[in-house]
């Protein structure tokens, strides 16, 4: 099993930063690959970010050249810098991961968002 937990959201006005970061427990030793998603009010869930173990990361269109994402392996902790922030990124931000012998995915409760002025 493993337990995601994520911080760092608020309210931010447009053009301004946040870093969210997902810290994980438990069996954190079996995670694969990790990620954010976010999901705006009636909107599906979009993924935004993806950090395998080892390789490139991924971003969705949207954000990319405006998020960063990184992973710190020795303090099972994976962040989300966010920058410019736009109100179309209002939602609230989930981390995930892959994990296990069995591998499946994990998902935090996830973390408000807003960017408003």
């Known amino acids: 099993q493993v337990q995601l937990v994520e911080s760092g959201g608020g309210l931010v006005q447009p053009g301004g930063s946040l870093r969210l970061s997902c810290a994980a427990s438990?069996?954190?030793?079996?995670?694969?690959?990790m990620g954010w998603a976010r999901q705006a009010p009636g909107k599906q869930r979009e993924l935004v970010a993806t950090?395998?173990?080892?390789?490139?990361?991924n971003y969705a269109d949207s954000v990319k050249g405006r998020f960063t994402i990184s992973r710190d392996n020795a303090k099972n902790t994976m962040y989300l810098q966010m920058n410019s922030l736009k109100p179309e990124d209002t939602a609230v931000y989930y981390c995930?991961?892959?994990?296990?012998?069995?591998?499946?995915?994990?998902w935090g409760p996830g973390t408000q968002v807003t960017v408003s002025s």
């Open positions: 995930y991961a892959y994990a296990g012998v069995v591998v499946r995915v994990y």
């Open positions: 438990g069996s954190a030793a079996s995670i694969k690959n």
């Open positions: 950090v395998p173990s080892g390789g490139n990361t």
